[in-house]
T-cell receptor
Framework: GQQLNQSPQSMFIQEGEDVSMNCTSS?????WLWYKQDPGEGPVLLIA?????ELTSNGRLTAQFGITRKDSFLNISASIPSDVGIYFC??????????FGTGTSLTVIP | DSGVTQTPKHLITATGQRVTLRCSPR?????VYWYQQSLDQGLQFLIQ???????AKGNILERFSAQQFPDLHSELNLSSLELGDSALYFC????????????????FGAGSRLTVL
């Protein structure tokens, strides 16, 4: 099935650094979602975006819904060790289909 | 606790066998989705049900089947198992399955880890 282009594929950063990742698609989405998955667990919703241009924060996380509705980014500020995991973006179409990005694996070095 | 319940959490079986994975969606959610995640891979969409009816199919093998029951719980049946079927299988639920005018997000269960030996 269709997958979104998510980058980078992996990141190794020092604790305290900021992180940025993004998702792009050739299709338009009505909703963008960002999830975090810890090893062996199910993905957990971090942020949901519903309107083009929308900028939403959740603690140290900030995400934006691109103006073209074909992209989204997620920023994490002042990373901490518990930020380690895999981050997935997901887009929702008008037909209520969810499409997932390929994931960004984040490693935070203390 | 996400509200989506999956059983069993772990399952070990042999090639050629058949297993059933069960999912209870979050209270009030009508749609159930099944995803497969192999080691270090992304989430592969298998199938979606809405209020008992199949809504969408992804890369689901013919050896796999699913259904959603009147009480909205769902089962994923995997038969003639092969080594390559070893993976995490996630169920997720959402409030709606049709064109939505409002917010609609996926809530995932903790997954069922299947190991085929």
């Amino acid at each position: 099935g269709q997958q979104l282009n998510q980058s980078p594929q992996s990141m190794f950063i020092q604790e305290g650094e900021d992180v940025s990742m993004n998702c792009t698609s050739s299709s338009i989405f009505n909703t963008w979602l960002w999830y975090k998955q810890d090893p062996g667990e199910g993905p957990v919703l971090l942020i949901a975006l519903y309107k083009a241009g929308e900028l939403t924060s959740n603690g140290r996380l900030t995400a934006q819904f691109g103006i073209t509705r074909k992209d989204s980014f997620l920023n994490i500020s002042a990373s901490i060790p518990s930020d380690v995991g895999i981050y997935f973006c997901a887009g929702l179409t008008t037909g209520n289909q969810f499409y997932f990005g390929t994931g960004t694996s984040l490693t935070v070095i203390p | 606790d996400s509200g989506v319940t999956q059983t069993p959490k772990h399952l070990i079986t042999a090639t050629g066998q058949r297993v059933t994975l069960r999912c209870s969606p979050r209270s009030g959610d009508l749609s159930v989705y099944w995803y497969q995640q192999s080691l270090d891979q992304g989430l592969q969409f298998l199938i979606q049900y809405y209020n008992g009816e199949e809504r969408a199919k992804g890369n689901i093998l013919e050896r796999f089947s699913a259904q959603q029951f009147p009480d909205l719980h769902s089962e994923l049946n995997l038969s003639s198992l092969e080594l390559g079927d070893s993976a995490l299988y996630f169920c997720a639920s959402s409030p709606r399955g049709q064109k939505s005018m409002g917010a609609n997000v996926l809530t995932f269960g903790a997954g069922s880890r299947l190991t085929v030996l």
